[in-house]
């Protein structure tokens, strides 16, 4: 940062002197509207202008923050426990970047115990439903998840199927009868191969009552709460009573099971001897990122560790401190609301001065009366010593593999250029696979990587349209995908540029207008033009579009007005101008009047019509603050209703096919017609050849090179995720073919039919009656059991 002095605008000063001395939250703004930090307070007279008092004596991220505030926007709250659960929402929805967030926790992965059903299923899911299941974490770790459930399902014999299956009642003379229970709901006649290789109990063909199987589940519940003196209890007993009964073969089989419980708790290095449920917490911070580790102790055993990383904007240089109290706070609330299983004490490295707010916040989410404890010494201090240490271990675990990914993709990129005499590194590299089984299911797929590692978020899949059913044509599929791929960019369109208006471009806007008269009045608006309501398209330093918003309080805005020059329509100019607002300005709701016909256009881009104009509306319609369209129709979208889609627009530095010179020269005809010149290259599969366009012979790259390694994980991940729609599109397939030709049954009927019988075969076995539960209609139920 500058060392020359801060100087507070107008605007800040304004708001700074109304500020309440009361409870609330406040969102730092910059000039483009995008929220920059989110913070609660006791006292919002007090805290905000904390951050404008000695500059200079602000660390490096706190000082690049306040030189970007251009506006403060304040919610007072009636407590500061109100303010702290109003933050931690407002943080979830706007993720600003100056606010200590936790990376990745999309990322993070649930045990999910259906206790709900009659025979419950173990599950991994990444999403937390309100289905009243029994959810264990979050984990970090899919792997280390699943290999726990496998070393379960060894000991404990669990489904883990989708097939849904009800108890009806429990078969007493079962002499003669293969089943234990009658299943109201069995879809299969055989069992799968789990059952077979003793690893589940064959709960759907009846070979075990409800009662039984929930003894299974109760040993896993225990487990994963870290119960295991229970469990090796419940054992024993159930060990006794089949030795007396001389059933020793099953006797045996439980002592198997002690005996790998016992390895699993040989484990536990982490022991306390008072038997407390408790979590130590600790981090260390390492070149701006900051790594936790969880110590999870239950009954006085450690049943689990995670690790975490904490990121927020930050400056460089070893003059960098950052407030601890913020990191805690901040990812005790952030990681305890995903947990399921909070101890009553918390250890943690530093004293928490709002350590009231967060009782509170346990108290009113939870029920729990916690304690955040700092042990200054004794046996707990030395949790936190050795939660530190693996703390430091971690964050060197982290710089070691990213200093390494980093170092390869920067070397293959840098291979890449030299080897196929590209111009510039290419940064975006996009490469396409085609997938089909014997010319059905036809789809494709599209991966980007950028800057040598995956984009998931712009991958993109195709199913092939122009081919019919059972006709295979590898060209012909690659030819549809790239065209529609590349249709969405002209060579012109590489060199638009979206952007927030600057205070020199209101007179080339005003001068626009000039020559377009009725594009909008100034006059009937505010009367001055604000750079801030304006996005502009710029071409060649020139202007050739813009749309201009009209802001209401509530986090609203209309539509006032958008121009495109006329030499660039056809380009769906207003479109992404449009769409532009909704993300660089982050409003809740965007209005805008439209003329009737083109009602139809709109509803795709995803507006829908307003039949009742909102008060503000109106008020701000009499006042000349909105514009009213007296012949047109009222529209609205919502911004949490859409999605960014724009990895078409962006333009790759390199693109790959997978396979050889044909799929190459498909992909050069594509681009030729739309005049883009984009590297392109063809990588064969059988010697990992790498064609260009022009040349027979592929290009000597070495096949030992960084550069050879990065085609070949992108040509697998392309062909990895085009196998994945394939058998996505294959089974939808299967499951469409009888239920969509049913007059009566819609999408939501068929999905609920399918979600209760687990299959078109469990509905085909149902019963008339069972199915007339889930429909509600005797003919209709009776009609889908005569068509299926």
Same mark, same amino acid.
């Given at each position: 940062?500058?060392?020359?002095?801060?100087?507070?605008?107008?605007?800040?000063?304004?708001?700074?002197?109304?500020?309440?001395?009361?409870?609330?939250?406040?969102?730092?703004?910059?000039?483009?509207?995008?929220?920059?930090?989110?913070?609660?307070?006791?006292?919002?007279?007090?805290?905000?202008?904390?951050?404008?008092?000695?500059?200079?004596?602000?660390?490096?991220?706190? !000082?690049?923050?306040?030189? !970007?505030?251009?506006?403060?926007?304040?919610?007072?709250?009636?407590?500061?426990?109100?303010?702290?659960?109003?933050?931690?929402?407002?943080?979830?929805?706007?993720?600003?970047?100056?606010?200590?967030?936790?990376?990745?926790?999309?990322?993070?992965?649930?045990?999910?115990?259906?206790?709900?059903?009659?025979?419950?299923?173990?599950?991994?899911?990444?999403?937390?439903? @309100?289905?009243?299941? +029994?959810?264990?974490?979050?984990?970090?770790?899919?792997?280390?998840?699943?290999?726990?459930?496998?070393?379960?399902?060894?000991?404990?014999?669990?489904?883990?199927?989708?097939?849904?299956?009800?108890?009806?009642?429990?078969?007493?003379?079962?002499?003669?009868?293969?089943?234990?229970?009658?299943?109201?709901?069995?879809?299969?006649?055989?069992?799968?191969?789990?059952?077979?290789?003793?690893?589940?109990?064959?709960?759907?063909?009846?070979?075990?009552?409800?009662?039984?199987?929930?003894?299974?589940?109760?040993?896993?519940?225990?487990?994963?709460?870290?119960?295991?003196?229970?469990?090796?209890?419940?054992?024993?007993?159930?060990?006794?009573?089949?030795?007396?009964? +001389?059933?020793?073969?099953?006797?045996?089989?439980?002592?198997?099971?002690?005996?790998?419980?016992?390895?699993?708790?040989?484990?536990?290095?982490?022991?306390?001897?008072?038997?407390?449920?408790?979590?130590?917490?600790?981090?260390?911070?390492?070149?701006?990122?900051?790594?936790?580790?969880?110590?999870?102790?239950?009954?006085?055993?450690?049943?689990?560790?995670? @690790?975490?990383?904490?990121?927020?904007?930050?400056?460089?240089?070893?003059?960098?401190?950052?407030?601890?109290?913020?990191?805690?706070?901040?990812?005790?609330?952030?990681?305890?609301? $995903?947990?399921?299983?909070?101890?009553? #004490?918390?250890?943690?490295?530093?004293?928490?001065?709002?350590?009231?707010?967060?009782?509170?916040?346990?108290?009113?989410?939870?029920?729990?009366?916690?304690?955040?404890?700092?042990?200054?010494? =004794?046996?707990?201090?030395?949790?936190?010593?050795?939660? $530190?240490?693996?703390? +430091?271990?971690?964050?060197? !675990?982290?710089?070691?593999?990213?200093?390494?990914?980093?170092? @390869?993709?920067?070397?293959?990129?840098?291979?890449?250029?030299?080897?196929?005499?590209?111009?510039?590194?290419?940064? #975006?590299?996009?490469?396409?696979?085609?997938?089909?089984?014997?010319?059905?299911?036809?789809?494709?797929?599209?991966?980007?990587?950028?800057?040598?590692?995956?984009?998931?978020?712009?991958?993109?899949?195709?199913?092939?349209?122009?081919?019919?059913?059972?006709?295979?044509?590898?060209?012909?599929?690659?030819?549809?995908?790239?065209?529609?791929?590349?249709?969405?960019?002209? =060579?012109?369109?590489?060199?638009?540029?979206?952007?927030?208006?600057?205070?020199?471009?209101?007179?080339?806007?005003?001068?626009?207008?000039?020559?377009?008269?009725?594009?909008?009045?100034?006059?009937?608006?505010?009367?001055?033009?604000?750079?801030?309501?304006?996005?502009?398209?710029?071409? +060649?330093?020139?202007?050739?579009?813009?749309?201009?918003?009209?802001?209401?309080?509530?986090?609203?805005? !209309?539509?006032?007005?958008?121009?495109?020059?006329?030499?660039?329509?056809?380009?769906?100019?207003?479109?992404?101008?449009?769409?532009?607002?909704?993300?660089?300005?982050?409003? $809740?709701?965007?209005?805008?009047?439209?003329?009737?016909?083109?009602?139809?256009?709109?509803?795709?881009?995803?507006?829908?019509?307003?039949?009742?104009?909102?008060?503000?509306?109106?008020?701000?319609?009499?006042?000349?603050?909105?514009?009213?369209?007296?012949?047109?129709?009222?529209?609205?979208?919502?911004?949490?209703?859409?999605?960014?889609?724009?990895?078409?627009?962006?333009?790759?530095?390199?693109?790959?096919?997978?396979?050889?010179?044909?799929?190459?020269?498909?992909?050069?005809?594509?681009?030729?017609? #739309?005049?883009?010149?984009?590297?392109?290259?063809?990588?064969?599969?059988?010697?990992?050849?790498?064609?260009?366009?022009?040349?027979?012979?592929?290009?000597?790259?070495?096949?030992?090179?960084?550069?050879?390694?990065?085609?070949?994980?992108?040509?697998?991940?392309?062909?990895?995720?085009?196998?994945?729609?394939?058998?996505?599109?294959?089974?939808?397939?299967m499951e469409k073919s009888v239920l969509d030709t049913i007059p009566g049954v819609g999408e939501m009927l068929k999905r609920k039919l399918l979600r209760t019988f687990g299959s078109v075969n469990g509905i085909k076995q149902a019963e008339v009656a069972e199915i007339v539960k889930v429909v509600k209609n005797k003919k209709l139920a009776e009609r889908i059991k005569m068509m299926v």
């Amino acid at each position: 940062m500058s060392k020359k002095a801060f100087t507070i605008t107008k605007k800040i000063k304004k708001i700074l002197e109304k500020l309440p001395g009361k409870p609330g939250v406040y969102r730092m703004k910059n000039e483009e509207g995008d929220v920059l930090y989110i913070g609660k307070a006791k006292s919002l007279k007090k805290r905000v202008p904390s951050y404008f008092k000695n500059f200079q004596k602000h660390p490096i991220r706190t !000082q690049k923050l306040v030189s !970007q505030i251009s506006d403060i926007e304040i919610t007072e709250t009636s407590s500061e426990l109100e303010a702290l659960m109003l933050e931690t929402n407002l943080i979830k929805e706007f993720r600003p970047k100056y606010n200590i967030l936790m990376k990745d926790d999309k990322n993070f992965v649930y045990i999910k115990v259906t206790t709900q059903e009659d025979f419950p299923r173990i599950l991994v899911v990444r999403k937390v439903e @309100n289905d009243k299941a +029994k959810y264990f974490g979050p984990k970090t770790s899919a792997l280390k998840v699943k290999a726990t459930l496998k070393t379960l399902r060894n000991l404990f014999p669990f489904r883990t199927c989708n097939v849904g299956i009800r108890q009806e009642k429990e078969l007493k003379d079962n002499i003669l009868k293969k089943s234990r229970v009658k299943l109201s709901n069995k879809v299969i006649k055989t069992p799968c191969l789990y059952y077979h290789i003793k690893k589940c109990i064959g709960p759907c063909i009846g070979k075990v009552t409800k009662a039984e199987y929930a003894k299974i589940i109760d040993k896993v519940l225990r487990f994963l709460n870290g119960k295991y003196d229970e469990i090796e209890k419940s054992i024993k007993e159930e060990m006794m009573v089949l030795a007396k009964e +001389k059933k020793f073969e099953k006797a045996a089989k439980l002592r198997d099971t002690m005996a790998s419980l016992e390895v699993i708790k040989e484990k536990q290095l982490v022991t306390s001897a008072d038997k407390e449920n408790m979590d130590v917490i600790n981090f260390v911070e390492h070149l701006g990122r900051y790594y936790l580790n969880v110590f999870m102790l239950r009954e006085g055993k450690l049943i689990n560790q995670e @690790n975490f990383i904490m990121t927020a904007e930050n400056g460089k240089g070893k003059e960098v401190k950052f407030d601890e109290q913020e990191l805690l706070g901040n990812f005790i609330v952030q990681f305890y609301e $995903k947990v399921f299983d909070i101890p009553k #004490r918390i250890l943690i490295p530093v004293e928490l001065t709002e350590y009231e707010i967060y009782k509170k916040w346990f108290k009113e989410n939870y029920k729990k009366n916690v304690k955040l404890e700092n042990p200054k010494r =004794g046996k707990y201090s030395k949790l936190l010593e050795l939660s $530190k240490k693996n703390a +430091k271990l971690y964050a060197k !675990q982290c710089e070691i593999k990213w200093e390494s990914e980093d170092r @390869n993709a920067e070397k293959a990129l840098h291979e890449l250029v030299e080897y196929l005499k590209l111009k510039k590194v290419p940064k #975006r590299i996009e490469c396409f696979d085609v997938s089909h089984l014997g010319g059905t299911g036809k789809v494709a797929s599209m991966v980007v990587f950028e800057k040598g590692v995956p984009n998931k978020n712009d991958y993109r899949r195709f199913v092939i349209k122009s081919l019919k059913e059972g006709v295979n044509d590898d060209y012909a599929s690659m030819e549809e995908i790239l065209r529609r791929r590349y249709e969405k960019i002209k =060579g012109i369109e590489n060199d638009i540029v979206l952007r927030s208006a600057k205070k020199a471009d209101i007179e080339k806007i005003l001068k626009i207008n000039k020559e377009n008269p009725g594009l909008f009045d100034i006059d009937a608006f505010n009367s001055k033009l604000d750079k801030k309501d304006f996005i502009l398209a710029e071409y +060649k330093n020139k202007i050739i579009g813009f749309v201009r918003v009209k802001r209401f309080k509530d986090e609203s805005c !209309q539509i006032g007005s958008l121009y495109v020059d006329p030499d660039f329509n056809g380009m769906k100019l207003g479109f992404k101008l449009m769409r532009e607002i909704i993300f660089k300005f982050k409003y $809740k709701k965007i209005y805008t009047y439209i003329a009737k016909h083109l009602n139809e256009y709109y509803e795709k881009f995803g507006y829908k019509q307003v039949k009742v104009i909102p008060e503000f509306m109106e008020k701000a319609v009499k006042s000349g603050k909105a514009e009213c369209g007296a012949k047109g129709l009222l529209m609205m979208i919502e911004r949490v209703k859409v999605k960014r889609t724009d990895s078409f627009e962006k333009v790759p530095d390199l693109v790959v096919v997978d396979g050889g010179k044909g799929q190459l020269s498909v992909l050069t005809k594509v681009l030729k017609e #739309r005049t883009l010149k984009i590297p392109a290259i063809g990588l064969a599969k059988q010697n990992e050849d790498v064609y260009v366009p022009g040349k027979i012979q592929p290009v000597p790259i070495p096949k030992d090179s960084e550069a050879l390694y990065l085609l070949q994980r992108l040509r697998d991940e392309a062909h990895r995720f085009a196998i994945t729609h394939q058998k996505i599109v294959r089974k939808k397939k299967m499951e469409k073919s009888v239920l969509d030709t049913i007059p009566g049954v819609g999408e939501m009927l068929k999905r609920k039919l399918l979600r209760t019988f687990g299959s078109v075969n469990g509905i085909k076995q149902a019963e008339v009656a069972e199915i007339v539960k889930v429909v509600k209609n005797k003919k209709l139920a009776e009609r889908i059991k005569m068509m299926v």
